[in-house]
């Protein structure tokens, strides 16, 4: 995948919603500075041409950032994300909250969407195992925050809004009907060589 990005910036092929889309996800993969430093420029690109990109390039970039422990720079594109009713992004908003160190906007971000009505036919947002579990441990020392937290997690638990899927299992979750080589990322390794190309090309 990322020779192909490579090859296709070399001959100034135009990227699409799905190559950019491909372009974050290996990007998110890498998880390195250099990776992020891409999805930055790369978005930027994509907003400078008007090209309308799909929301999961926001959240791969979201994701890459927080593994950079780049916080404003997740703020900003959480900023940028318009369709907010999801679970991908109700579990990046926690853990931006969470890495922000706003405890009572992450209480206040899990009690919101208990208060939501769901009508049977719509689904649920549902929060990651995962998630929960970094939030328990960022409020183990303060009592308050930690009562209130384990009692929104026996009422989501109660109400199904609690999955074992993992932040990285939502992100590589691409529906049915929009089958792309991203969903094959983490099946991949990726190689050092590759890495280096996208690297040397990308950021020119």
Do not use: W
């Not at 979201?62 to 997740?74: C, E, G, P, T, W």
């Amino acid at each position: 995948a990322l020779e192909v990005l490579v090859e296709m910036k070399k001959q100034g092929i135009p990227f699409n919603r799905e190559t950019y889309l491909l372009a974050f996800a290996v990007c998110y993969k890498l998880g390195n500075l250099e990776s992020c430093k891409i999805s930055a420029k790369l978005l930027e690109e994509a907003q400078l041409k008007g090209v309308s990109l799909p929301l999961r390039a926001f959240y791969f970039a979201v994701a890459s950032a927080l593994k950079q422990d780049d916080i404003a720079q997740a703020q900003f594109y959480c900023s940028q994300i318009r369709k907010t009713e999801n679970n991908l992004y109700s579990n990046l908003k926690v853990l931006v909250q969470l890495r922000s160190g706003l405890l009572e906007e992450v209480i206040k971000t899990l009690e919101a969407v208990m208060d939501v009505d769901t009508p049977p036919f719509v689904k649920k947002i549902e929060f990651s195992e995962q998630v929960l579990a970094i939030a328990r441990e960022k409020m183990e020392k303060y009592p308050d925050f930690s009562d209130k937290l384990r009692d929104i997690y026996k009422k989501l638990q109660a109400s199904g809004r609690i999955t074992t899927y993992t932040l990285e299992d939502m992100l590589f979750q691409i529906p049915h009907s929009k089958k792309t080589p991203a969903k094959l990322l983490n099946k991949k390794q990726l190689g050092y060589r590759a890495a280096k190309l996208l690297r040397s090309n990308l950021l020119l």
